[in-house]
């Protein structure tokens, strides 16, 4: 059972213009969300956060959005830049008291000049 | 970034055969994980720790062991490596808020 859904595979923007990437979950119980970044060969890498007790959280250009009523989160990026280009995991942890992670399937995101 | 290394990066066993992975970090973290990534799965967790000699099973477990005999050391085995542990393999270690993650093991068993 995929507790963290991303349902989109891939994704294709042109430059300059706005990435959403969009995150699903189930458990109730999860309270803390994050988005990593992964490149070929390398590991993942965290991008940003977000706190249940929030609904949006921003960082210069990447900002989350919670809407923890429909168990949904989205990652938006502007402006996209080709070196945005990567695979994004959507990932959720409830607090059990150490950072035991549940990850998503990861959306593809291709950003073209 | 955080001090996580693995070893080896790449590996081609054979079926039956033994591995081990190695995860060093120098960042002192108690806790330590292994994960692994497949296409259409993300990233699962395999198996955790949260002190020396102290592990815990996660969602995928089946067919591998875990060893922490020192605080900076996270071993993973594959007693008898079966084709369906084909896969990538990342080690990651817990700081605050987050999780920062290894470069990975590509290992491939035929």
């Known amino acids: 059972d995929q507790q963290v859904k991303q349902n989109s595979p891939s994704l294709s923007v042109q430059e300059g213009r706005i990435s959403i990437l969009n995150c699903d979950y189930t458990?109730?119980?999860?309270?803390?969300f994050l988005w990593y970044k992964k490149y070929p060969a390398e590991g993942p890498t965290f991008l940003i956060s977000?706190?249940?007790?929030?609904d949006k959280n921003e960082d210069g250009r990447f900002t989350v959005f919670l809407n923890k009523s429909a168990k949904h989160l989205s990652l938006h990026i502007v402006p996209s830049q080709p070196g945005d280009s990567a695979v994004y995991f959507c990932?959720?942890?409830?607090?059990?008291?150490?950072?035991?992670?549940?990850f998503g399937t990861g959306t593809r995101l291709l950003v073209s000049p | 970034d955080a001090g996580i290394t693995q070893s080896p990066r790449h590996k081609v066993t054979e079926t039956g055969t033994p591995v081990t992975l190695r995860c060093h970090q120098t960042?002192?973290?108690?806790?330590m994980y292994w994960y692994r990534q497949d296409p259409g799965h993300g990233l699962r967790l395999i198996h955790y720790?949260?002190?020396?000699?102290?592990?815990d099973k996660g969602e995928v477990s089946d067919g591998y062991s875990v060893s922490r005999s020192k605080t900076e050391d996270f071993l993973l085995t594959l007693e008898s490596a079966t084709s369906s542990q084909t896969s990538v393999y990342f080690c990651?270690?817990?700081?605050?808020?987050?999780?920062?993650f290894g470069p990975g093991t590509r290992l491939t068993v035929l």
């Open positions: 990932a959720a942890s409830a607090n059990t008291g150490f950072q035991k992670l549940v």
């Open positions: 458990n109730s119980m999860f309270d803390y």
């Open positions: 977000i706190s249940s007790i929030k």
């Open positions: 960042e002192n973290h108690r806790y």
């Open positions: 720790s949260y002190g020396v000699k102290d592990t």
């Open positions: 990651a270690i817990g700081l605050t808020d987050t999780q920062y």
